[in-house]
Every structure is written in structure tokens, then in C-alpha cells.
T-cell receptor
Framework: GQQVMQIPQYQHVQEGEDFTTYCNSS?????IQWYKQRPGGHPVFLIQ?????EVKKQKRLTFQFGEAKKNSSLHITATQTTDVGTYFC????????????FGSGTRLLVRP | SQTIHQWPATLVQPVGSPLSLECTVE??????LYWYRQAAGRGLQLLFY??????ISSEVPQNLSASRPQDRQFILSSKKLLLSDSGFYLC????????????FGSGTRLTVV
């Protein structure tokens, strides 16, 4: 079945440093979504990428979708303590428009 | 606007007891609904999804079942809980057409003792 892997599992950075998490799918995706889950909270939708090679930005966050639509990345520039949380990628395979399969997540800790 | 309600927030249940978690959605009709489980410090595992009343797809064979008795109601159940059923259970509404992600409920933290 479809699998989505995400690395690293944890990242501990100093406030102001950059952060990147990477997502890889075992199959080609129709789209990829990114979510943020604050400690003790539930996942909150950030963005969706659909096109091959697509790049989208939200303030200090930059999202990329690979050319083959099998990998994606999230880059945060100059992290802040408010960025703390777990970031998940989630993908829908081409053969299933109903199921969103989540990666294992990257937990970001920011030292003030 | 669409909202999703999930309850209870926390639950402590003995092994062998039954379980019923309820999720309701407001502000939309015929939503795609999902149950996910998250083990401590782990990712989200898709358990069940439903595209309509009475339609349930199971992703992982296990000790749980799901039902959709009404358009905007999705229920997760178990007849006899196991210790391994402990986790954070999240109901989600699929965002429909367009670039919309899933909207998650606030979750139920279940501890089986």
C-alpha cells in the first residue's frame, strides 16, 4: 500500500535558525498537503500542492512539490518559538481520491 | 462555516469495556468523514473513512468498528477494548472540492487501563 516517509523525526534548533523537513512517497501522488500540530492539539491544515515542481510560500514557510510528485519539503526561515510543533505531510495517491495518508511527522523544538 | 465536534476530550476505560466515540459535522452536507488514531509521539494512522450514510471503509483490521447512522455523524466503537487501543483518536472532515485540507476535531485521548 501507499506509504509516506518523513525525515527527520526530530529537529532541535536555536531560535533564528532555519528548519527543513522532507517527505517521500512510495507512489506518485495526486497532491500533497502539510499540517501543523501544536503540542496537545490537533493537526491544522497549512497548504496543498498539486502541480509538479510547485513552490508556495506562506510568510517564512516555503513548500515544494517534487517534479515526479513523489516528494515534498517544508522549509522555515528564521524559526521562532511559535513554530514549535509537529509538521506532517500527507498525500493522496492517484488511485484513491478519498484517502489521505500521513507521514510520520517531524517534531520541531526551538530554543529561545 | 463548517465545524466539527468530537467528544469526549479524554477517556479512561478498563480493558474489556466497550467504547463509543462520536463525531458530528455542521455546515456541510454529504461530507467525507475519517477516523485517525495517533499513538504517543507518532504519526496519524487512518482507521476508517466514510463517503456517505451507511458506507464504511476499513483500512486496518482491528478491534474497532465505525458506523455512519446520519449524514453528519460518524461513530467509532469497540465491544471490548484492549490495552493497545490506547491513543489519540481524531475525527476529520475531508475538505471537499478545491485546495482545502482536512478539518480535524479536537480529538479524544483514550487510555485503556
Amino acid at each position: 500500500g501507499q506509504q509516506v516517509m518523513q525525515i527527520p523525526q526530530y529537529q532541535h534548533v536555536q531560535e533564528g535558525e532555519d528548519f527543513t523537513t522532507y517527505c517521500n512517497s512510495s507512489t506518485t501522488l495526486s497532491n500533497i498537503q502539510w499540517y501543523k500540530q501544536r503540542p496537545g492539539g490537533h493537526p491544522v491544515f497549512l497548504i496543498q500542492l498539486v502541480k509538479s515542481g510547485e513552490v508556495k510560500k506562506q510568510k517564512r514557510l516555503t513548500f515544494q512539490f517534487g517534479e515526479a510528485k513523489k516528494n515534498s519539503s517544508l522549509h522555515i526561515t528564521a524559526t521562532q518559538t511559535t513554530d514549535v510543533g509537529t509538521y506532517f505531510c500527507a498525500g493522496k495517491g492517484r488511485d484513491s481520491s478519498y484517502k489521505l495518508i500521513f507521514g510520520s511527522g517531524t517534531r520541531l523544538l526551538v530554543r529561545p | 462555516s463548517q465545524t466539527i465536534h468530537q467528544w469526549p476530550a479524554t477517556l479512561v476505560q478498563p480493558v474489556g469495556s466497550p467504547l463509543s466515540l462520536e463525531c458530528t459535522v455542521e455546515g456541510t452536507s454529504n461530507p467525507n468523514l475519517y477516523w485517525y488514531r495517533q499513538a504517543a509521539g507518532r504519526g496519524l494512522q487512518l482507521l476508517f473513512y466514510s463517503v456517505g450514510i451507511g458506507q464504511i471503509s476499513s483500512e486496518v483490521p482491528q478491534n474497532l468498528s465505525a458506523s455512519r447512522p446520519q449524514d453528519r455523524q460518524f461513530i467509532l466503537s469497540s465491544k471490548k477494548l484492549l490495552l493497545s487501543d490506547s491513543g489519540f483518536y481524531l475525527c476529520a472532515w475531508g475538505g471537499g472540492l478545491g485546495p482545502y485540507g482536512y478539518t480535524f476535531g479536537s480529538g479524544t485521548r483514550l487510555t485503556v487501563v
